[in-house]
Each structure stands twice: as C-alpha cells, then as structure tokens.
C-alpha cells in the first residue's frame, strides 16, 4: 500500500472510498461486542443485572448497523460550503447510530446512581440536544453557521458532562462502594472518551479539515468501539451490576467474581 492509501485506509468496495476499511472494520468490532455480550448475559436471571445486559447489548447492536450502513455508503451525503472547492462527503448515519446509543450509554450510568426520572430525562434530553444540533452542524452550508452549531453542541456537551460529576456523583455515593468504584470508572471513561469527539470533529472535515476523512474515520471507529464495547465491558464484569439485596449466583459469572 503506498503511503498516501495507507494514510486514509483501504478501498474495500473499489468504489472511491478508502474509509471502507474502518468502516468495515467498526462493523466487525461492534458485531463481535453485540455476540459476546449476548453470550455473557445469557441464562442471568437477575432481574437488574438483565437491565444492564439489554442496554449494553443494544448498544453495539445499533451501532453495527450504523456502521455497516455506513460500509455501503447509505447514511452518506454531500454538503456544499461556501469557500469550498469540493463538496463535503458527511457520515450522517454516526448521528442516528449515536442519538440512541450516547442516552443508553447514559441510562447505564443513570441505573447505577440511581437517580430520580426527571434527571434521567433532563440528561437524555441534553444528551440528544447535542447530538442533533451537532448534527445541523454538519449539514450547514457556511464555516460560521458549522461553528456556531458546533459551540451550541459542545455547550450541552458541558452540561452532560456537569451533570455526571455533581447530580449522578453524589447520588452514586449512597450505593455500595462496588457501585461507586464501577461508576467512577466508567464516568472517567466516559469524561475522557466522549471529549474527543468535538475535537476530532472540529480539526477533522466537519471542520478545519486538518484531519483528513481516512483518519477521522478510524479516530471516530476507535472512540466508538472503545466507548461502547469497552465501557459495555467494564461494566458487564463488575457485581455492582447485581442488585444491591441480591448476592451473586455461585455459578454464573465465575470471572466476574473472580475480579473481587
Ligand atoms: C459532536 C458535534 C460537535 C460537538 C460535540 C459532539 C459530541 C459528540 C459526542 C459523541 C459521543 C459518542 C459516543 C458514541 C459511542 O458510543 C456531535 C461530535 C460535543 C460526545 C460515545
């Protein structure tokens, strides 16, 4: 492969597209997360370990979908900039895949400090402002109207963010500190992982263009699959999935205890 299709991937479908690789590859990824979730999960008879699975299953399940709509170039459009020679080739099928993922992602965190419904809502409903405006975003016609949505996202982004350390904190400190420990984890993860995404996408094409479609292709497809599969991961083999009442089976999960 020479250095220039190294840089962006590999053409798999022979049609123009060398991000088909990682897109390919993120298809791959998420399938294999979905199988080896369910597989997991499979015969758990705890009723809140059984919430747990369904979210964390779910999650990988609509992103491969996403992907491989992706792979095939559906969930693809071009959007013209003013300034721009080119036309701007947009993956807008990643804000269907991440408008149901991020608020599950969300209600795992949500389950585990147990909060009230109206925190749950107004998160998801935060949560779904930035996707969608992230979104409009990447559709608008002129640097400064791209920008603009961009800080708008970004804005509710912060208030995700907030949101997790001060309301979801403090209610996840009255739980075991199984719970707390599995939830400080994963809400680093979370802070962590998820504050790549507005970078990427302001240096990437959506925005400056530094960074060119393979790469932030495979940066997105390395985020994703880290931010589901991974946190699904974390999460799946802690007890703190296992009701608070409820002690762990002595034959299901032998590694998950094994972890104490
Ligand atoms: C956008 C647009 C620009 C501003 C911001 C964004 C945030 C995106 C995030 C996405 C997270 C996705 C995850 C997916 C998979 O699990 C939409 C890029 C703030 C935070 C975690």
Do not use: C
Not at 141 to 159: C, E, K, M, V
Request: negative net charge; charged residues 15%; hydrophobic residues 55%.
């Amino acid at each position: 492969m020479d250095p220039i299709a190294l840089q962006a991937g590999y053409d798999l479908l022979g049609d123009g597209r060398p991000e088909t690789l990682w897109l390919g590859i993120g298809t791959l990824l998420m399938l294999i997360g979905t199988f080896y979730f369910i597989a997991r999960g499979w015969g758990v008879t705890d009723k809140e370990a059984r919430e747990y699975y369904a979210i964390t299953i779910l999650v990988p399940g609509i992103a491969s979908a996403a992907y491989l709509s992706m792979f095939f170039g559906i969930g693809l459009t071009t959007v013209e900039v003013a300034g721009m020679a080119e036309p701007l080739e947009i993956y807008y099928a990643r804000y269907a895949d991440w408008l149901f993922t991020t608020p599950l992602l969300l209600l795992d965190l949500a389950l585990l400090a147990k909060v009230d419904r109206v925190t749950i809502g107004t998160l998801i409903g935060v949560d779904a402002l930035m996707i969608v405006t992230g979104l409009i975003g990447a559709l608008s016609h002129t640097p400064l109207a791209r920008y603009t949505w961009w800080l708008f996202s970004t804005i509710a982004f912060l208030f995700v963010l907030y949101y997790l350390l001060t309301s979801l904190r403090s209610a996840a400190k009255q739980r075991s500190a199984e719970v707390q420990s599995t939830f400080n984890t994963l809400t680093a993860l979370v802070a962590v992982l998820w504050t790549a995404y507005p970078i990427l996408w302001i240096v990437g094409t959506e925005g400056a263009g530094v960074v060119g479609l393979g790469i932030e292709t495979l940066a997105f497809m390395v985020l994703d699959v880290t931010a589901k599969v991974g946190f699904g991961f974390v999460l799946l083999r802690s007890r703190a999935i296992l009701g608070d009442t409820e002690a762990p089976e002595p034959s299901a999960g032998a590694d998950a205890q094994a972890a104490d």
